[in-house]
């Protein structure tokens, strides 16, 4: 169980680019970051309008001549400090995340960047080698896969308690862009244009949520191939889709679909994940993160609850609330920004072994996710075809 001791040698000193008042994701990370005293927030450029952005980070208890008009300002004066940043967090609209974390990095500093984390595997490759030379961590917040049920999963599947993995079935689905884009703020705007949001949308935006978790519980399934059908149901959101459905073949033989849409209207889902094996199947949605469901062939169904002692080690290690007490997004996060600490701690020490089996979302999480989107697109650009998973 987690209780908030350190686990660390000293909190790390932390900035954050973007996720200013007006952002929509920037709370999660504060949320994930300054829960264990891992994280101590020292410094920012949390906003396009500068003064906003000031004033903001003031709130927050950042001094205000730390707090900068933008990234640029933040690297240069903080490399002048002794107590300068070590590590920002990247909470920016997806065309940015390249240029700042190559920014960062070059300049020192660990980065944790949002999803999708850039344009291109190319891109993703090239900043890989980076980090490694300059022996710097990257994390990318893949925000529910920190909960204690998505690594019940992941120990159940590890044990065979499913048999042999036979479906995977996933949905991330809102009704939020149901109606047309006139007025949008500018969460919308960007996310619908190409230029800013990158090759996609929604499967960007959602669907590399749950390519990702399907990752960390299915590890050793591998795509062969896929074939993705996309639409944008509101005309001017094209080349981009907000609604996609991705058929996939795995190496073992499974088979996958998942649906991603932002026009579900009235749909307050969010994500649902159901893993069938050859024994069992078990079912997991963020709607009730509380609850797993377990199905075993032949057996009367069974809902098992975080933080009960019957749950596998792996998952009650991770436990932050107890039995009884909600777990929930924020829990989540916390777990991925203390693993990212973690990594980012080793890394300081030179610790490689720890490295070598220490799990967090980083580089190749984020990579994995822009490989998943560029097949999706390749098949959907082809007329929906069969491609091989390259
Ligand atoms: P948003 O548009 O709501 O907020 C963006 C924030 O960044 C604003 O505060 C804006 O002023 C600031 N900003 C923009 N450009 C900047 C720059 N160059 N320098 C400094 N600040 C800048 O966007 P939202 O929805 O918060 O998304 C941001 C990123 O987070 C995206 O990559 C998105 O895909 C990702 N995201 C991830 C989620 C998750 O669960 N991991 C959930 C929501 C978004």
Not at 323 to 343: F, K, M, P, R, V
């Amino acid at each position: 169980m987690i209780n908030g001791e350190r686990t660390i040698r000293r909190p790390l000193r932390w900035g954050m680019i973007g996720g200013g008042r007006t952002g929509q994701v920037g709370y999660k990370h504060r949320t994930g970051a300054l829960r264990d005293g891992t994280y101590r927030l020292v410094c920012g450029a949390f906003d396009l309008d500068a003064a906003r952005g000031r004033d903001f980070g003031v709130n927050l208890g950042v001094d205000a001549d730390r707090c900068y008009a933008d990234y640029k300002e933040l690297i240069a004066s903080e490399k002048a400090r002794e107590d300068g940043v070590e590590v920002v967090s990247i909470a920016t609209p997806n065309f940015t995340h390249y240029e700042i974390t190559k920014a960062c990095l070059e300049a020192g500093l660990h980065v944790i960047c949002e999803k999708p984390l850039f344009f291109t595997v190319a891109e993703c490759e090239e900043i890989e080698r980076l980090a490694e030379k300059k022996g710097l961590i990257v994390g990318v917040t893949y925000g529910f896969t920190g909960h204690p049920l998505v690594h019940q999963m992941a120990a159940m599947v590890k044990k065979g308690m499913l048999g042999e993995i036979r479906i995977v079935d996933m949905q991330y689905t809102h009704g939020f862009n149901s109606g047309d884009d006139v007025g949008a703020g500018e969460a919308v705007k960007w996310r619908t244009n190409p230029k800013t949001a990158g090759a996609t949308f929604v499967l960007g935006d959602i669907g590399t949520h749950l390519y990702y978790l399907s990752e960390v519980v299915l590890p050793d399934l591998k795509i062969e191939k896929l074939l993705c059908d996309r639409k944008a149901f509101i005309p001017t959101r094209a080349p981009l889709e907000d609604h996609a459905t991705v058929l996939m073949h795995y190496d073992n033989g499974a088979r996958g679909r998942l649906w991603v849409s932002s026009v579900n209207a009235g749909n307050m889902g969010s994500q649902r994940y159901r893993f069938v094996g050859s024994k069992a199947s078990i079912e997991w949605s963020d709607s009730h993160p509380d609850q797993l469901i377990y199905e075993v062939q032949g057996e009367p169904n069974r809902t098992l609850h975080h933080g009960m002692p019957y749950l596998e080690e792996e998952s009650l290690a991770i436990d932050r609330m107890g039995a009884l007490h909600t777990e929930g997004l924020g829990d989540s996060w916390s777990n991925i920004y203390l693993w990212i600490a973690q990594a980012i701690d080793a890394k300081n020490r030179g610790d490689e072994a720890f490295l070598k089996t220490h799990q967090y979302p980083g580089i190749k999480a984020g990579t994995e996710g822009v490989r998943w989107l560029e097949n999706c697109v390749r098949s959907a650009d082809a007329g929906s075809a069969w491609v091989d998973f390259k």
